[in-house]
């Protein structure tokens, strides 16, 4: 089927927009060493699915796996987490992702950690 002919008639369509700001920003800390990827979930040593606190640093499962990087969050407030998966950054503060210049070296050292080299067209 022709993407024309499933948008014709449309009258909504739907993407995900990450927040460009959100207060828990500053909650972030900076860096103090490289983010691996392959490091376990601390709770249960699932790999694959897991998020890293911008808080604290530590590394939990998705929700979709134990849900515990959620239970860290609600656990000690700590509101900001980046995907390993998808280096996405997510707020459980805000309930959305989001996407700042300021967050550029967590991104960057997780998708070295991933891919061997540098991200590439910065932020």
Partial sequence: MNCDV??????????VTPLSWCAHLEDNQPLTQDLDISVPCMECGHVGENWV????????????????????SIETEHKMVLSYSDLSTWCYGCDSYVHNIELLPMKDSAYRSKFGRPLEGGY
Wanted: glycine share 4%; with cysteine.
């Fill in 6 to 15: 499933i948008l014709e008639g449309a009258t909504e369509l739907f993407a």
């Fill in 53 to 72: 606190c911008l808080t604290c640093y530590k590394v939990y499962c998705s929700r979709y796996v134990n849900e515990h990087m959620l239970f860290h």
